[in-house]
């Protein structure tokens, strides 16, 4: 579904990717994983077109993105603060992006929209809002247009543990429609139980690209966040690049 | 352009603190000017003030500010299906009639009201054209700097040389050059400052009787035809589209 | 035989001088009548005739009018100079030209042609007249106790060399000009060693040089005129005694255009004069011990421009609103008084509220100093550097002249 070739991103001195090469498929659910600054969020980013990068191409359902606009028709994205315009009510930020997408009222998925119980704090205004109820703003938004892509910037950070149920259960749920789901986080233990691939970045390059299964079987541990430990304490006994094509 | 935006951004606006006080301070400045002074041509000159420094001011600082808070938001429109060209335009949009529409009510009613004269309507019109300049500069200094304090420093910096530095180079420049002919080159220069270009429109008309003197009887001549007219308004055009035009080029590349 | 000759000569110039006061003809002149032209009719009449002259138009070259009769013009006669002659010469006391249509006046570098012109006469009459495309327009010369009254004077010039004054008197004294109106000569009125003259309720509008322009011309007084939009108002230079009341001067605009430009006037009086729109209202140069007061200044450039050259001249009592520049100077030495005037830029106040502000107002600001120095600054006028310049120096005032200040501005406009 989304391929990446050859892909740099440099600021300024600071080469931020290097060399990436990816695909993605639908039906998975992949966390990109690494340490701050490993280029996880310009990753996205690039794929979501909003930043440029220095070289190679990047295809969605086999089109090159470079200056296109209407793939991201396809993309659901949660960022990780979503800041609003202050003044604007949750229910004006929501018809905003209905007028954007042009999606017909009956195609809408309001799952999340009735769960988080928005529709009562409708006429709240942004700047009055809590982190956490931002997020679900965020998270409604990125599964309201029904996309085929999900991109999830540290979807749970800032959640109740009930609202991180309620975010979880609907990913997994996507991802019986065989969507492509691509989520960062911090918290591995959120994540265990929705990914079926992991990709792990480092110094803006892909250390290794493999599913959850293969991993866990390589390190001969249970859970991801001792597979990961496993793996970053003998970083160098694995190859830079494994390819999981 | 997408009219979604614009009217989001203008409702955003719309209620925004510091634009309703904003339209209110202007508002009770031009009434108070209007109702204290009852010469017309007096009420003009006080408000010319404020439209050549408080509009540029506010227009300039608060624009900056909002591009800067909405940063976030405006990278969470990018990754929408939506030209990037459009969204930025649509932010200028927004924030332009805000501005204008602000102006209109805080000086142009009032303005209406008592002095609708030659003198008042371009004090009108200069004040409009003054608001969506400084809104576009705006755009300009915060797509360029990232960071916001830097951003905000930036717009007051430019401020102050349009308001202030300009004119002190200005007058360096007649002192010096006072035994040439300079007339028509000062024509030329002044043409580098909006605000300046809006003093001498108004001067023209509330100090008519000493514009006609020698060096003033150069600008009327060039700013009394309808050639030079045009020419003035051209130019105040595009020191809105130069602006916002790069602004939106440069935006088109900017990774947010 | 000496003895009665001389008898009987004045006796004959006796009869000749009753019959004349008593049997004074009337002689019609025109198309249907006996006399066809004014000229054959001018030489049939005796002093004292009168002349009706018809409607129609007269193509008769130079009418030179020797005896004192007059004409009288019915249904609009038009008199013709074809662009060759002077169309009427006065060259006789008692003349009088009334109801005429006189155009096309020739036009000379050498003499001084005008549609009407008297020489050397007294008692000359000129009224009702319309004076249309001369050289001149009514032109005395050497002449006294004249009247031009209620004449309509037009010209077309387009440049000062090609046209003539309107209204031109040279070496004369005591003339009354009341109610003509000039528009489109060189001066509308132009007065040159004349003496003891009225000059009232005219209006003069764009003439190319000066709407009323005289030079050493003692004693008159012009009362009640309008002058308006000329090249540069008016000019009165080289003169004393000069009485200037209740004239309009308005719009005259241009860097060398006045309403009133004095120069080397002395012991004169301005009173209740309305100065609007002028570029400089009045700019006043080598004139003492002229009294300049309860007058009106209002939207002029500049209100006075006095120039360190005048010494003792009062001005009191008049209102100065919304001018770009009230009072303008070249230097640091006043010699004149300018007390009880009223301001509108006075920015004091009246505590003990007798009317009178209770600090003395400075006229002249740092600005207008700049502006005389250097012209284009006004370029900068009103924005806010200079704004602040004018500012700083009013509260420590270092260039602008201490001196010349009012210390008894007044809180209201003078009631006029």
């Given at each position: 579904?989304?391929?990446?070739?050859?892909?740099?991103?440099?600021?300024?001195?600071?080469?931020?990717?290097?060399?990436?090469?990816?695909?993605?498929?639908?039906?998975?659910?992949?966390?990109?994983?690494?340490?701050?600054?490993?280029?996880?969020?310009?990753?996205?980013?690039?794929?979501?077109?909003?930043?440029?990068?220095?070289?190679?191409?990047?295809?969605?359902?086999?089109?090159?993105?470079?200056?296109?606009?209407?793939?991201?028709?396809?993309?659901?994205?949660?960022?990780?603060?979503?800041?609003?315009?202050?003044?604007?009510?949750?229910?004006?930020?929501?018809?905003?992006?209905?007028?954007?997408?042009r999606v017909p009222e009956n195609q809408l998925d309001t799952e999340l929209y009735e769960k988080f119980a928005l529709g009562q704090i409708?006429?709240?205004?942004?700047?009055?809002?809590?982190?956490?109820?931002?997020?679900?703003?965020s998270a409604c938004l990125a599964f309201m247009f029904n996309p085929k892509v999900l991109i999830l910037d540290e979807p749970t950070a800032g959640?109740?543990?009930?609202?991180?149920?309620?975010?979880?259960?609907?990913?997994?749920?996507?991802?019986?429609?065989?969507?492509?789901?691509?989520?960062?986080?911090?918290?591995?233990?959120?994540?265990?139980?929705?990914v079926s691939q992991i990709i792990y970045m480092q110094d803006g390059k892909v250390i290794f690209h493999k599913s959850l299964i293969d991993l866990k079987t390589e390190t001969a541990t249970d859970k991801l966040s001792k597979a990961i430990a496993a793996i970053m304490s003998n970083k160098q006994a694995v190859p830079t690049v494994i390819s999981h094509e | 352009m997408n009219n979604k935006i614009v009217k989001y951004v203008i409702t955003d606006l719309l209620r925004n603190r510091t634009i309703v006080g904003y339209t209110v301070l202007l508002l009770a400045l031009s009434l108070g000017i209007f109702m204290m002074e009852d010469n017309a041509d007096k009420s003009i000159a006080s408000l010319l003030h404020v439209v050549l420094f408080v509009v540029p001011l506010v227009s300039i600082i608060f624009s900056t500010i909002y591009l800067y808070n909405s940063a976030e938001f405006?990278?969470?429109?990018?990754?929408?299906?939506?030209?990037?060209?459009?969204?930025?335009?649509?932010?200028?949009?927004?924030?332009?009639?805000?501005?204008?529409?602000?102006?209109?009510?805080?000086?142009?009613?009032?303005?209406?009201?008592?002095?609708?004269?030659?003198?008042?309507?371009?004090?009108?019109?200069?004040?409009?054209?003054?608001?969506?300049?400084?809104?576009?500069?705006?755009?300009?200094?915060?797509?360029?700097?990232?960071?916001?304090?830097?951003?905000?420093?930036?717009?007051?910096?430019?401020?102050?040389?349009?308001?202030?530095?300009?004119?002190?180079?200005?007058?360096?420049?007649?002192?010096?050059?006072?035994?040439?002919?300079?007339?028509?080159?000062?024509?030329?220069?002044?043409?580098?400052?909006?605000?300046?270009?809006?003093?001498i429109l108004i001067l023209l008309e509330i100090d008519l009787s000493a514009m006609m003197g020698y060096t003033g009887a150069i600008f009327r001549e060039?700013?009394?035809?309808?050639?030079?007219?045009?020419?003035?308004?051209?130019?105040?055009?595009?020191?809105?589209?130069?602006?916002?035009?790069?602004?939106?080029?440069y935006f088109k590349r900017k990774d947010l | 035989m000496r003895n009665r000759l001389s008898f009987v000569w004045r006796i004959s110039v006796g009869l000749w001088v009753i019959s004349g006061a008593v049997h004074a003809k009337t002689i019609e002149v025109g198309q249907r009548q006996a006399n066809k032209s004014i000229q054959a009719a001018v030489a049939l009449a005796n002093p004292g005739d009168t002349l009706i002259v018809h409607g129609?138009?007269?193509?008769?070259?130079?009418?030179?009018?020797?005896?004192?009769?007059?004409?009288?013009?019915?249904?609009?006669?038009?008199?013709?100079?074809?662009?060759?002659?002077?169309?009427?010469?006065?060259?006789?006391?008692?003349?009088?030209?009334?109801?005429?249509?006189?155009?096309?006046?020739?036009?000379?570098?050498?003499?001084?042609?005008?549609?009407?012109?008297?020489?050397?006469?007294?008692?000359?009459?000129?009224?009702?007249?319309?004076?249309?495309?001369?050289?001149?327009g009514i032109y005395s010369q050497g002449s006294k106790n004249c009247l031009i009254k209620n004449n309509r004077l037009r010209a077309y010039g387009k440049a000062e060399q090609y046209i003539g004054n309107g209204i031109h008197a040279w070496k004369s004294d005591s003339l009354t000009i009341v109610g003509n109106e000039i528009i489109g000569h060189r001066d509308g009125i132009y007065l040159e060693f004349v003496t003891h003259t009225q000059v009232e309720d005219n209006l003069s509008s764009n003439n190319l040089r000066y709407g009323l322009h005289f030079m050493f011309s003692h004693n008159n007084a012009y009362y009640s005129n309008t002058f308006r939009a000329n090249g540069a108002g008016v000019a009165v230079m080289y003169t004393k005694h000069v009485r200037m009341e209740r004239n309009i001067f308005e719009e005259n605009w241009g860097d060398a255009a006045y309403g009133l430009l004095l120069k080397d006037i002395t012991d004169s009086h301005i009173q209740h004069n309305i100065f609007v729109k002028n570029t400089t209202a009045i700019f006043m140069e080598g004139s003492n011990r002229v009294q300049i007061l309860e007058n009106r200044f209002e939207n002029n450039g500049w209100a006075i421009k006095i120039m360190t050259s005048c010494m003792d001249n009062t001005l009191t009592k008049n209102n100065f609103?919304?001018?770009?520049?009230?009072?303008?100077?070249?230097?640091?030495?006043?010699?004149?008084?300018?007390?009880?005037?009223?301001?509108?830029?006075?920015?004091?106040?009246?505590?003990?509220?007798?009317?009178?502000?209770?600090?003395?107002?400075?006229?002249?600001?740092?600005?207008?100093?700049?502006?005389?120095?250097y012209p284009t600054v006004m370029l900068l006028f009103r924005s806010f550097m200079v704004t602040l310049f004018d500012r700083s120096e009013k509260m420590f005032p270092s260039l602008t002249p201490e001196k010349l200040k009012d210390d008894k501005p007044l809180m209201k406009s003078v009631i006029l």
């Open positions: 579904m989304i391929k990446i070739e050859q892909l740099y991103k440099r600021f300024g001195k600071l080469q931020v990717l290097e060399a990436i090469n990816l695909s993605l498929d639908g039906g998975q659910c992949i966390a990109l994983i690494g340490p701050n600054g490993s280029g996880k969020t310009t990753l996205i980013k690039s794929v979501l077109g909003m930043v440029v990068p220095s070289a190679g191409s990047i295809y969605f359902q086999g089109k090159d993105i470079g200056r296109e606009w209407a793939y991201r028709n396809d993309i659901g994205y949660m960022p990780q603060i979503g800041e609003y315009p202050e003044n604007m009510t949750i229910g004006q930020v929501l018809d905003m992006m209905k007028d954007i997408r409708r006429n709240k205004r942004m700047r009055t809002l809590s982190g956490g109820t931002r997020q679900k703003v959640l109740d543990p009930l609202s991180t149920e309620i975010l979880k259960e609907k990913i997994l749920r996507e991802r019986e429609k065989n969507k492509l789901i691509i989520i960062t986080s911090h918290i591995l233990s959120d994540l265990d139980d929705l | 405006i990278a969470l429109l990018v990754s929408q299906p939506l030209k990037r060209q459009s969204i930025w335009f649509s932010i200028f949009l927004g924030l332009g009639a805000v501005m204008l529409l602000s102006f209109f009510i805080g000086v142009g009613v009032p303005t209406l009201l008592y002095a609708s004269s030659p003198s008042g309507l371009m004090l009108i019109a200069g004040g409009l054209l003054l608001s969506l300049i400084f809104v576009s500069i705006a755009l300009w200094t915060a797509v360029r700097i990232r960071d916001k304090s830097k951003g905000i420093g930036l717009a007051i910096i430019l401020w102050l040389y349009f308001a202030l530095i300009f004119d002190a180079l200005l007058l360096f420049l007649l002192f010096q050059f006072a035994d040439y002919p300079i007339e028509n080159i000062m024509i030329g220069i002044s043409m580098l400052n909006p605000i300046d270009i809006t003093r060039f700013f009394g035809t309808g050639g030079g007219m045009s020419l003035t308004l051209i130019v105040m055009l595009l020191w809105i589209a130069i602006p916002v035009g790069l602004s939106v080029r | 129609g138009i007269y193509q008769e070259g130079n009418i030179n009018i020797t005896k004192g009769i007059v004409l009288i013009g019915k249904d609009g006669p038009v008199i013709d100079g074809q662009h060759k002659y002077e169309p009427i010469s006065i060259r006789a006391s008692d003349v009088t030209v009334q109801g005429f249509t006189i155009k096309n006046s020739g036009q000379s570098s050498m003499v001084d042609m005008a549609g009407i012109k008297i020489y050397n006469s007294s008692r000359v009459t000129i009224q009702d007249n319309i004076l249309d495309n001369n050289f001149f609103v919304q001018n770009t520049f009230d009072i303008a100077t070249n230097g640091g030495r006043i010699a004149n008084t300018f007390d009880g005037n009223y301001w509108d830029k006075y920015e004091g106040y009246d505590l003990d509220k007798n009317g009178i502000g209770d600090v003395p107002h400075h006229p002249v600001s740092l600005f207008s100093m700049l502006v005389e120095r």
